[in-house]
Each structure stands twice: as C-alpha cells, then as structure tokens.
C-alpha cells in the first residue's frame, strides 16, 4: 500500500465573534477574531510544506451563516493556495455550517469536494488508494446516528471515515449525530477523522480514531494549546503528530487572599505568580480570567470597588506581560469569621447570604437576560452568557455589591 499523509482539522469556526470578549474589550476580540484567520493561513502552510497528500476539515468550517461575503473569501483565499499547490480538500457540513445554515455562498475552487448531506458519499484518490466517506448535516440538529449507515470499505483501500459527531457524549457539547466507538469499528474503516468535540483526543487506537480539536480556543472553557493532526500512513497503519497553530490563548489563575492582606500587598503578590501563567503563552496573546478565594477582610472593600480593581488587575497583569488581558475578574471572596453582632450591616448580610434566590426571581431575571441579549448588536447576545455570568451569577454580584456598600454604611 503507498505511504502517504494528510492532515484532519476540524471546527474552524471563522467568523466567530467572540462575544463574550467583545462585550468587555472590542480591540481584545478583534485579536482572537484574527488569530483564528491567522490559525487556519498557519495551517495551510503547514500543508504546503509538509507536502501533504490531502486535507480533511470534519466539520464546522464557519461559525454560522455570514453578515457578508469577507469569511468566505478568506477561506476561497486560503484553499486556493491548497489547490496551487496540488493538495485536495474533502469539507463536511457541521451544526455550525449545516446546507440550512449557510445562506451565502462563494465559489471555491475545484480541489474542494464537499461530502453530501441527504446521505453518506464517497470520494476517492485512485493513485493513492484512498477512500473517504462521509455524510454532512443538513440541519443544525442531528440526532440519528450517521455512522450506521456508511458504506463498506473498499476492499484493498485505506478507508477514512469523516463524521461530525458528539459519539456517546461530550460535555458541555450538544449531542449531535451520536454513535459509539464500536459503531464506528463495525464499519471496518482504518482511519476515523472526527469533529464537533474541541478537545483534542485520541479516541481508539485500533483504528485510529480522532478528535483534533478546534484551531483556536474561543472561550475561557476552551484552553490550552489547539490545532490540528498530521496523519501519516506507512504500510496501512496510521500514526499522528499534533500541529499546534492558535494564534491566541485563554487562562485561568486563582489566588487565595490572606484574611489580613491588604491591597497593595495582594496586587503584588499576584503580579510575582503570574510569571508561570505567561510560561504557558508560548509568545501568544492570552485573555486571563482571574479568581480571588478566601476569607478576607478587605471583602467589603474589593466588592464596593470592583471597577477599580479590574482596572488594578489588568495592570498587574500587563506589568507581567504586555499580552496578558483581563477576561473577567472572578471574585469569590467571604467574610472574615466573626461573632454574632447586631450591627445593620451585619445582621443584613448574614439575612442576604443565608438564603438561596427564589425561583420567581430566577426566572425574571432570566427573562430579563434573553431581553437585553437579543437586542445586542452583530450577533453579540447569540452565544451563551452573552453578559458573562447566567441569571444566578448576575444576582449573586449584585447581591455582593449591596452587602459591601451596606457593611460599609
């Protein structure tokens, strides 16, 4: 059988706003909008000088149908080069991109195939002896399991299967197309090249089953390194290497305040422990959601200046490393331990605290939040907590900041 080489990439998703940056910093979004451009031009000249044989995206080239034609010229802009250079590109639809998604079109030049939706197709390259089959989404929402319906190997052939799916069960993502590693087995394919999940992971070995993971991570839930898989196939057997491209990071730091510490003493203990967080940069951009824990007494005070300590943390954080950008502050802070008092403002918080929000209001305020969400603009409220916490979240900050401002009365 040839020795050849692919590379399987998955979930672009151009065209992401990153809402919920945006909401907070616009020049901050607009970076990671970039880096996922700059992602996927890496990528294609990863293909180019590797000189692979194909290449494989397992869904989710866009985020969703397009304001204007920009993303797709950028992406007929990108596989033109592809083309140039004698590589073909198989596309599958995903959620994000299904044939009901799209609404825009551009003509992409005549090295891409895309896979069918209405049923599993097949593709093949004759002189290498490979075939591929796959089966795009034609909705947002798919929930029949694809992979059964496959078609059987071609006898002699090194078959890929390429499917957009959640397989048993991938949190926090939707359940789309599922099926089990033994569903895809039974097909008797030699290489699975998988989409939708945005955590790289090699699933099975025998046969080779694979999550490549996003480009680029889009939220504080989507960290660490990303990019795609070099596929390399000698004697029929497969094998992988990871290439990473991301052009922007997130990251989370928590730091335990001290019951007794004061302002300035915090501020510089936390830009001495931020050395390791930009250890983990690699000369990236990173957007950095900081958690402060603990019981201390500067609570009442942190809680009642929020703005200004944002502003203090994002200093820290840029005295560290002119790339580090507050995400969100995340304060998590209680009380120091103390007797009984009948003090106002004491007796207001333990009242406050003691208790969980009734549901009612739960429910008004997320009536509320879908309200103020779909009036943002450029699709800003479209993603989820698209004002950064959900209902019980918002309640509880507002909770703190009035027990603060009453403590301190």
């Known amino acids: 059988m040839t020795s050849f080489s692919f590379i399987h990439a998955a979930d672009l998703h151009l065209g992401s706003p990153f809402q919920g940056l945006a909401l907070k910093d616009a020049g901050v979004a607009e ?3 970039e880096a996922s451009r700059k992602a996927f031009a890496a990528l294609v000249d990863q293909a180019l000088e590797r000189k692979v044989d194909f290449f494989i995206v397992a869904g989710d080239v866009y985020d969703g149908d397009w304001k204007d034609n920009k993303i797709g010229l950028f992406f007929n802009r990108e596989v033109a080069r592809l083309e140039r250079g004698g590589i073909p590109v198989f596309l599958l639809k995903g959620n994000h991109d299904a044939e009901s998604v799209i609404t825009r079109t551009i003509t992409l030049p005549a090295n891409v195939s895309d896979f069918p939706v209405a049923k599993p197709g097949t593709f093949k390259i004759p002189h290498l002896k490979v075939a591929l089959h796959g089966q795009g989404f034609a909705e947002r929402s798919a929930t029949d399991n694809l992979a059964l319906s496959y078609p059987q190997p071609e006898p002699g052939w090194f078959n890929i299967g390429v499917l957009h799916t959640s397989l048993t069960g991938r949190e926090p993502h939707a359940s789309y197309a599922p099926c089990s590693v033994e569903d895809l087995r039974s097909r008797g394919y030699d290489y699975w090249a998988l989409g939708h999940v945005h955590d790289f992971e090699i699933v099975a070995q025998d046969p080779l089953i694979v999550f490549p993971g996003n480009l680029q991570g889009r939220s504080i839930r989507e960290q660490g390194a990303k990019g795609a898989v070099l596929i390399t196939v000698e004697d ?8 990473i491209v991301d052009g922007a ?5 928590a730091l335990a305040v001290e019951p007794e510490e004061n302002l300035p003493g915090l501020l510089r203990r936390l830009e001495a422990s931020l050395d390791e967080v930009a250890e983990r940069m690699e000369g990236r951009p990173l957007a950095l959601r900081v958690r402060l824990t603990g019981r201390t007494a500067l609570r009442g005070e942190l809680l009642s200046r929020v703005q200004d300590l944002r502003d203090e943390v994002q200093a820290a954080c840029h005295r560290c490393h002119q790339d580090i950008w507050l995400e969100k502050l995340d304060l998590r802070l209680e009380p120091p331990l103390a007797p009984e008092s009948s003090e106002p403002g004491l007796a207001l918080e333990g009242l406050l605290s003691a ?10 305020a997320e009536a509320r939040l879908a309200e103020i969400s779909a009036r943002l603009p450029g699709g800003l409220g479209a993603g989820e907590l698209a004002l950064g916490a959900d209902a019980r979240g918002l309640l509880s900050e507002a909770r703190d900041l009035l027990l603060a401002r009453a403590v301190r009365t």
């Open 31 to 33: 970076m990671f909008i």
């Open 236 to 243: 029929g057997r497969a094998s992988h290497e990871r290439i």
């Open 249 to 253: 990071r997130f990251a989370e730091y």
């Open 355 to 364: 208790s969980e929000f009734p549901e009612e209001l739960l429910a008004e």
